[in-house]
């Protein structure tokens, strides 16, 4: 760490920043900002800046209790983000910088590439919400089939015999409902976990299990959210994006809400899904492995 405090503004500076990126420790952090205060240099400035903010969040520890899930996010840095010790001071130095610099939108890009959640530099994207044709839920979980009259053991111990036949998987994922809350492509809307490869992340079995069982378990990032907001309205559902100005999410039914995050009176976690269950109660053990199998060959 040192030595890389040490190379800033020499020739190795590239690398030396390159590396203090990865390092989140005050004496780092302090090192860039006295750096960035000694140089003249506004190309070694903007650098220094950067991987200061990038430093911002770090990536929260990993204890086990959630996972990466299947959201296709691709947005750097981090995957869970959170503030650590130094978060402040990065904070006030990007504040005070941002007040002397007549290059605010370096600071609103900044913002929006780096994910900081610092409003008064602008940037967030702003999302525009399709419509999107409705599927209707109820009637698909009324219908009873060989799925719905069987137990999930039968079920399972079924499928783990029949191949079935992916393309008319893929048929059944359309019109069982699951494009109402699932994408196959990351060129779809974000909603909830992404399909498009969950063969390289779940099994079979697995797959069978969260259609059969969706409150088994949850994926990390789409467990179900109530929140209040003004206006005496509530909501329910899972979050399939968020930025500090706007939560967007989906309710059972598939639908779309935006809520401004200024309106929301309090949000709380629940302990089920917002997948219903039943879905594939109206198919046949054939129909229900086709269509697991053609999740199962969704890989990256
Ligand atoms: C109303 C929205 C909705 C519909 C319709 C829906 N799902 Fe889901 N699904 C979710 C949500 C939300 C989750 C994440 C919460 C959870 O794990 O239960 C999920 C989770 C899953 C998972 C587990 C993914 C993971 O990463 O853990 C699979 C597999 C899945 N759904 C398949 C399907 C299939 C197949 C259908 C159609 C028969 C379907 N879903 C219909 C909302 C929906």
């Not at 941002?98 to 605010?104: A, R």
């Not at 069982?176 to 976990?193: D, F, N, V, Y």
């Not at 179900?224 to 909501?235: C, D, E, F, N, W």
């Not at 309710?251 to 809520?259: A, S």
């Amino acid at each position: 760490m040192d030595a890389c405090v040490a190379a800033i503004g020499t020739d190795e500076s590239t690398l030396a920043l390159w590396a203090l990126r990865y390092m989140h420790s005050p004496k780092a952090v302090n090192g860039l900002i006295q750096a960035y205060q000694k140089s003249n240099d506004p190309a070694l400035k903007k650098q220094i800046l950067q991987t200061v903010a990038r430093l911002y969040h770090k990536e929260a520890p990993y204890d086990a209790s959630w996972w990466w899930s299947t959201r296709p996010d691709t947005h750097g840095p981090y995957y869970k983000a959170i503030t650590w010790e130094s978060s402040p001071a990065i904070k006030t130095f990007l504040t005070q910088e941002w007040k002397k610099s007549s290059d605010k939108q370096a600071y609103a890009d900044l913002n929006a590439k780096l994910r900081l959640g610092i409003s008064e530099f602008g940037g967030e994207e702003v999302a525009a919400v399709k419509e999107e044709p409705k599927v209707d839920l109820e009637k698909i979980k009324n219908k009873k089939g060989q799925v719905g009259e069987s137990s999930i053991e039968d079920v399972m111990l079924a499928i783990a015999q029949l191949k079935g036949d992916p393309s008319k998987g893929k048929t059944l994922f359309t019109n069982q409902g699951c494009i109402a809350c699932h994408s196959l492509s990351k060129t779809e809307p974000m909603k909830g976990p992404f399909m498009g490869q969950i063969g390289s992340i779940m099994t079979r079995e697995q797959i069978a299990e969260s259609i059969l069982k969706p409150n088994a378990s949850i994926s990390q990032g789409f467990s179900t959210v109530m929140i209040t907001a003004k206006g005496k309205k509530s909501y329910m559902g899972f979050v399939t994006e968020e930025n500090p100005t706007r939560v967007i999410m989906r309710d059972i039914t598939g639908t779309v809400y935006t809520i401004k995050t200024s309106d929301i009176l309090s949000r709380k976690e629940m302990e089920n899904s917002m997948m219903p269950s039943g879905l594939a109660n109206a198919l046949s053990y054939e129909e229900f492995a086709s269509l697991v199998t053609f999740l199962s060959q969704q890989k990256k």
